[in-house]
Nanobody, 126 residues
């Protein structure tokens, strides 16, 4: 059974950068994604990455600012977040599922993922 542990969340000023990490236990390699949920908002997809890392998907709101990557030798996925905005403030969750591929739309749907981490808080102040 895979377990996901996020880290790297913090409080930063607008325009700053953060890198989130998600460490996965277990030996099976999963399709993975980052999701976020702000106060009073539904959970939304931020970015997703295929098993080999060749395919990525991004929400329009983060394109050009966030980069998702993974290192399967370390069972770790990353989210590099640059040019952070106050509206990026949220709890960020790592998710995974044992599928070989998703369409770009499906990759960012929370209901498509069965494994979830506990989240790491990102707060961006203006």
């Amino acid at each position: 059974q895979v377990q996901l542990v996020e880290s790297g969340g913090s409080s930063v000023q607008a325009g700053g950068s953060l890198r989130l990490s998600c460490k996965a236990s277990g030996y099976r390699i999963y399709y993975m994604g980052w999701f976020r949920q702000g106060p009073g908002n539904e959970r939304e997809g931020v970015a997703a990455i295929s098993i080999a890392g060749r395919s990525t998907s991004y929400a329009d709101s983060v394109k050009g600012r966030f980069t998702i990557s993974r290192d399967n030798t370390k069972n770790t996925m990353y989210l590099q977040m640059n040019s952070l905005k106050p509206e990026d403030t949220a709890m960020y969750y790592c998710a995974a599922d044992l599928v070989t591929s998703y369409s770009n739309n499906d990759a960012l749907l929370p209901r498509k993922y069965s494994k979830w981490g506990q989240g790491t808080q990102v707060t961006v102040s203006s």
